[in-house]
């Protein structure tokens, strides 16, 4: 991998850009690999990345049914925080975006994670002794936040809706600083680039039909390039994890519903921060290019159809004028629906998956994005060492057998 | 805007509808010792098909419940019918 740096960029620059090279190899698949992992998005290349930086196995196949980044890491509204009520989910998500502050760096690609806060409102003096206990319970996890008042509110986004008449007035929120936005395809991208540096084979265009199963442990894939084996093997596959269940024949309590996003014409800045009114459901955040990136709550119908609905679009859209009223007229640009994988508990499944030699790395639901590095970190644990690492023990899939819940959709009111 | 059809009531705005729960679903017989197992994949395992689906609903205009078919990926409803033995 040669590196990219300013030098770099000044000297192919003043040479026309020849000499760029292809930031990772298409190679056919081999017969064997020490590790295989299901899923090319942001999760799989990260595991891929973290076997060989931290385990040392670099001997590793990624197959991805379509291209790098195509599902949900590129449909997402990349967002990236850790303002979660419960210990468990705190230490989860925030050692992702301790992760995120390190990754340009540690890539060696510029994932533009920019920490501009993330600002939940308070519509009520009742939401406000909430969101003060919000803002404690983020203390006492070791998170950064701060409870503000109307007057902090406003000086921070003056967009917001602060007329006598509105239908949700703010009373203040509750900010995480280090909260922000990244760059989604950057994200696939930088961990495919450094995987491949070292050594890992990106298999694209490569679907799994059906695992290989011998004496009770999967050994490998039937794919549509032919049969790959391997030593052991993880699977990333966020809204279409059921579907490999079926084939692995294990059991999961997923329901894959579409979850919509929305992005506007390019505007002046008027927004420098992300902010998320829990009345509304509705969320947003401005673009390094202007687009306000607007996002909102699941759809309720289960879904694999990667398209949107009417009904949930005119929620998320009314809630933006409610929230901004001065934006109420702006155009969309473009809308989109991924398919995530929404468990009970509004928590992920890490872990074993029931078959000896397959582990799982799922049910993010409507927050996968944020947690791609941590959800490769220990997915790439549980796989070079066959155990839990101490963060990603809560979330194991026998929760739900013993009633060990991480009710994240209670704790918060909110789709997370 | 997509319409369902009540199977009481007739084509309706999907909004007035609600997803309830895939079909097919057997409580466990409560008279009897369940295992922790069962119980847990009795509330929280779903099948969560690609394709062809059957699911019971609510019309929460007449609150009656109802079996819909229909396809997850295009979102074609195939057919509804109600629960009630005699169709009624």
Redesign the interface.
């Given at each position: 991998m040669s590196k990219y740096s300013m030098f770099r960029l000044l000297r192919e620059g003043l040479t026309g850009n020849r000499g760029w090279g292809q930031a990772w190899r298409s190679p056919t698949p081999k017969a064997a690999y020490d590790a295989i992992v299901v899923g090319g998005g942001g999760h799989g290349l990260a595991t891929a990345y973290y076997l060989a930086k931290n385990h040392g196995i670099t001997n590793v196949a990624v197959i991805e049914k379509g291209w790098l980044g195509g599902g949900n890491t590129g449909r997402n509204t990349t967002v990236i925080r850790s303002n979660y009520f419960y210990p468990e989910s705190a230490a989860l998500y925030d050692f992702s975006v301790r992760l995120y502050e390190g990754l340009s760096q540690d890539l060696n690609y510029n994932v533009m994670f920019s920490q501009r806060g993330m600002l939940m409102l308070a519509h009520s003096e009742p939401e406000m002794e909430m969101a003060a206990r919000q803002c404690n319970a983020m203390r006492l996890n070791g998170l950064d936040a701060e409870l503000l008042d109307r007057d902090q509110v406003r000086r921070l986004a003056p967009v917001l809706n602060f007329r006598d008449d509105a239908r949700y007035p703010v009373h203040g929120g509750v900010i995480q600083p280090r909260g922000g936005t990244g760059r989604h395809d950057a994200v696939a991208w930088g961990y495919a680039r450094a995987a491949d540096a070292l050594g890992i084979d990106i298999i694209q265009n490569c679907e799994v039909l059906d695992f290989i199963t011998e004496a009770g442990r999967c050994v490998g894939v039937t794919t549509s390039l032919g049969d790959i084996r391997g030593g052991v093997l993880g699977a990333a596959v966020a809204g279409?994890s059921?579907?490999l269940a079926?084939l692995g024949g294990y059991?999961?309590?997923?329901?894959?519903y579409a979850l919509q996003a929305f992005v506007s014409e390019p505007l002046k800045p008027v927004l420098d921060t992300v902010v998320l009114s829990p009345a509304t459901g509705t969320y947003v955040s401005q673009s390094d290019k202007g687009g306000l990136v607007i996002g909102g709550g699941l759809d309720?119908?289960?879904?694999?159809?990667q398209n949107g609905?009417?009904?949930v679009q005119e929620t998320v859209l009314g809630g933006l004028a409610e929230m901004m009223p001065a934006l109420a007229k702006v155009k969309l640009l473009r809308h989109w629906g991924g398919i995530v994988d929404v468990t009970?508990d509004s928590s992920p499944i890490i872990g074993p998956s029931g078959v000896e030699g397959l582990y799982l790395n799922c049910g993010w639901g409507t927050g996968g994005f944020k947690a791609i590095p941590a959800g490769g970190y220990f997915l790439a644990h549980l796989m070079a060492n066959g155990a839990h690492h101490e963060i990603s023990r809560p979330f194991d899939l026998t929760r739900?057998?013993?009633g060990m819940l991480v009710d994240e959709s209670a704790a918060s009111g909110i789709p997370h | 805007?997509?319409v369902f059809t009540c199977p009481f009531c007739g084509p309706r705005n999907?909004?007035e509808f609600?997803?309830v729960a895939e079909a097919g679903k057997v409580r466990p017989d409560t008279t009897q010792p369940i295992s922790?197992?069962e119980w847990?994949?009795y509330?929280?395992?779903?099948?969560?098909?690609?394709?062809p689906?059957r699911?019971v609903w609510m019309h929460t205009t007449c609150a009656e419940l109802f079996v819909m078919q229909r396809d997850?990926?295009?979102?074609a409803v195939l057919g509804t019918q109600a629960l009630r033995k005699d169709g009624s």
């Open positions: 279409h059921s579907v079926q059991d999961l309590p997923i329901t894959s309720r119908v289960p879904s694999y159809g609905n009417m009904p009970p739900f057998e013993t | 805007m997509q999907e909004t609600h997803f922790d197992a847990a994949t509330l929280h395992t779903q099948r969560n098909e690609k394709g689906v699911e997850s990926v295009t979102m």
